[in-house]
């Protein structure tokens, strides 16, 4: 007999397909502990769950259908982490009478660091114990992942080490005022691994909220706010909402643009970043981002032009004046206009140098011009296309010698994997404008 197909059978397999992709995990202890603490401050919510997702790792799954307009999440501001929170806490007379004041960031970082120590004591442990305990921006990453990186990401990722490292020195002595609260030595609470988890945290998970420049802080802006169970939404860059902090209702809130069904993830969008900011600021890769896009080198568009070209000292400088050897990037829609544009201007021949204001500006300088500056695209999108395959296999060896980076290994591998995506279709583009224009 044939197996029933009904309403009940629908229901149960649509059950069946959801628990594939998500596992709620509302069940366990740090959850429940989390929510009854946000609920003593004033949060109630009856509509988000955290669980599990196949793609995404943690998240918010919704139990009720949403529509455009509606409210996804409203958390009062006495559940917010701020640096008014950190001026209420012990460190805050010391942060008072420091000198020369330290950031707001440093402000964070450090009461971060100091309530995880102190752990059971600290008001904030339920926030603290579903923070991740581990990051995985360019800072963290091993050396041999960060080598493979692409070029203008692994300058990014190196100057981020730094900036890190020049943080963590600088606050030192800081750092080394507040031991008549510690029983244990200051450096070993406030080491270097403990500034980076904080500064991780801080940069990935702040939502942006404006507070009044206060003169115990630098001048550095004063823009950060930690925001517990909201921080647990993930980004897609195929979603709109609209996210401010509410004065009438003193509390920051989320609305959705969107439609999301019954049991689904619920995402927002952290901004119109391609997958190289994304990794960078807060260290995963959306797949098949319209945001993203491949980067070209300076270095590598001079490849495809003869040094021995007389005007070609003054087409770089032109270039340079004008700000085209930067942001030069092939997208989902071929070669950026920049791009094209700086190659146009490398590509004109000696009789047509004149012409260099009108090739700026977007003008049709000669057939031959255009032709040319299809072809040297061409070739530096097929260059681009082997240099991410031959990454993509060296990925592939380490990931089966060096068990201990499979993790930041995968990460950087997802990175190159997309781009191979947009320079494939670049090529394609750039194949059949050739044939168009033959």
Not at 170 to 195: G, H, R
Not at 231 to 239: A, F, G, R, T, W
């Amino acid at each position: 007999m044939k197996k029933s197909r009904g309403r009940t059978g629908r229901k149960r397999r649509r059950k069946h397909l959801r628990s594939l992709c998500a596992v709620n995990c509302s069940h366990k202890l740090e959850y429940i502990k989390l929510k009854k603490w946000l609920k003593d401050r004033g949060f109630e919510d009856s509509n988000l769950r955290p669980a599990e997702f196949l793609g995404t790792g943690r998240g918010l799954m919704t139990t009720k259908a949403l529509q455009a307009g509606d409210l996804i999440i409203s958390l009062p501001e006495k559940c917010l982490l701020t640096t008014g929170t950190v001026l209420s806490s012990c460190l805050g007379e010391y942060i008072m009478k420091w000198k020369p004041p330290v950031s707001p960031l440093i402000a964070l970082c450090t009461f971060l660091i100091a309530e995880k120590h102190v752990g059971e004591k600290s008001p904030w442990k339920p926030y603290i114990d579903v923070l991740p305990k581990t990051y995985t921006c360019p800072v963290c990453l091993e050396h041999d992942a960060v080598t493979l990186l692409p070029e203008p990401l692994r300058m990014k990722a190196q100057e981020q080490r730094m900036m890190v490292h020049e943080l963590y020195v600088s606050s030192k002595a800081f750092f080394s005022s507040l031991q008549p609260l510690f029983a244990e030595n200051t450096e070993t609470i406030f080491n270097y691994s403990a500034l980076e988890w904080a500064w991780c945290t801080i940069n990935t998970r702040t939502i942006y909220m404006k507070h009044s420049q206060r003169e115990c802080f630098s001048l550095e802006p004063d823009v950060y706010a930690l925001a517990p169970y909201l921080d647990l939404l993930n980004h897609s860059p195929n979603v709109q909402v609209k996210a401010a902090f509410n004065e009438q209702t003193r509390s920051y809130e989320i609305r959705t643009n969107s439609q999301c069904k019954r049991y689904e993830e619920v995402f927002i969008c952290y901004g119109p970043h391609d997958n190289q900011r994304l990794l960078l600021e807060y260290g995963f890769v959306a797949v098949d981002n319209p945001h993203s896009s491949v980067y070209v080198s300076s270095d590598t568009l001079l490849k495809y032009f003869s040094p021995l070209d007389k005007q070609r000292n003054a087409k770089l400088s032109i270039l340079r004046d004008h700000d085209f050897l930067e942001n030069l990037t092939f997208g989902w829609d071929g070669p950026s206009w920049r791009l094209l544009t700086a190659l146009k201007l490398l590509s004109l021949g000696a009789d047509e140098f004149t012409c260099w204001r009108r090739t700026l500006l977007g003008d049709v300088i000669s057939a031959r011009n255009e032709q040319q500056t299809l072809n040297v695209t061409a070739k530096i999108c097929q260059f681009l296309i082997a240099e991410t395959q031959h990454v993509l296999l060296q990925i592939s060896q380490l990931k089966r010698s060096k068990e201990n980076l499979k993790t930041h290994l995968a990460l950087v591998e997802a990175l190159h994997l997309e781009n191979l995506k947009i320079l494939r279709r670049s090529a394609e583009i750039l194949c059949n404008l050739s044939v168009a224009t033959t």
